[in-house]
């Protein structure tokens, strides 16, 4: 998981991604017209970003006529939360 991991992290490593992320989270599958106004950005920037997170593994794509719709992978968020947890695991105690 270690690879997979550092992937993921690097994904995240960006305001914009994280945006993204975060948006998915909350409101669920979205089309990319919708994140385009989200984050008011213009579409090759958009197109990059979610390249990234697809890429990744934590963003799911699929083809909806002319436009993507994207949802968050909730098989590697799970994996990811836990090596996260184990990572810090009694590090960040009081």
């Not at 994140?35 to 970003?49: C, F, G």
Request: aromatic fraction near 4%; charge should be positive.
């Amino acid at each position: 998981m270690d690879k997979e991991l550092i992937i993921v992290l690097k994904a995240l490593s960006d305001e914009n991604r994280i945006k993204i992320f975060r948006i998915l989270k909350e409101q669920g599958e979205r089309c990319a017209c919708d994140l385009l106004e989200d984050l008011n950005i213009v579409q090759s920037t958009l197109s990059h970003h979610m390249k990234i997170l697809v890429d990744s593994g934590l963003v799911d794509a699929k083809k909806s006529g002319k436009w993507m719709n994207y949802t968050i992978s909730k098989d590697l968020c799970s994996k990811t939360r836990t090596s996260i947890l184990e990572l810090f695991d009694g590090t960040c105690t009081k």
